[in-house]
């Protein structure tokens, strides 16, 4: 199970620190990512992690904003977003899968959190 959690409402130029409990057997996992999904838009990439932490990955809209890192200890994967923008505002999901090659495509991750709402007010 993956439980996210640290969404708010926050003013554009601010930060905000998603965190992703990563419960259950993880056997088979090979990367955590989180996605954003705004109305009427379709779901989107924006970082993925591998299961050891070595590998990380950004969407061009994310990179040098927004940092993942994962917490071995705690199986929790942190998504930290800085500077905030408008449009960063969205529903935003962490997921697992098996594969780190498909780390960037939402189709074939194999299991999802609930999402939690981020929502920068300009």
């Known amino acids: 199970q993956l439980q996210a959690s640290g969404g708010g409402l926050v003013q554009a130029g601010a930060s905000l620190r998603l965190s992703c409990v990563v419960s259950?057997?993880?056997?088979?996992?090979?990367?955590v990512g989180w996605f954003r999904q705004a109305p009427r838009n379709q779901r989107k990439f924006v970082a993925g992690?591998?299961?050891?932490?070595?590998?990380?990955t950004y969407a061009d809209s994310a990179e040098g904003r927004f940092t993942i890192s994962r917490d071995n200890a705690k199986n929790t994967v942190y998504l930290q977003m800085n500077s905030l923008k408008p449009e960063d505002t969205a529903v935003y999901s962490c997921?697992?899968?098996?594969?780190?090659?498909?780390?960037?495509?939402?189709?074939?991750?194999?299991?999802w959190g609930q999402g939690t709402q981020v929502t920068v007010s300009s």
């Open positions: 997921a697992a899968v098996t594969d780190w090659r498909w780390v960037k495509v939402s189709s074939k991750y194999n299991y």
């Open positions: 259950g057997s993880t056997f088979g996992v090979d990367a």
């Open positions: 992690i591998s299961w050891s932490g070595v590998l990380t």
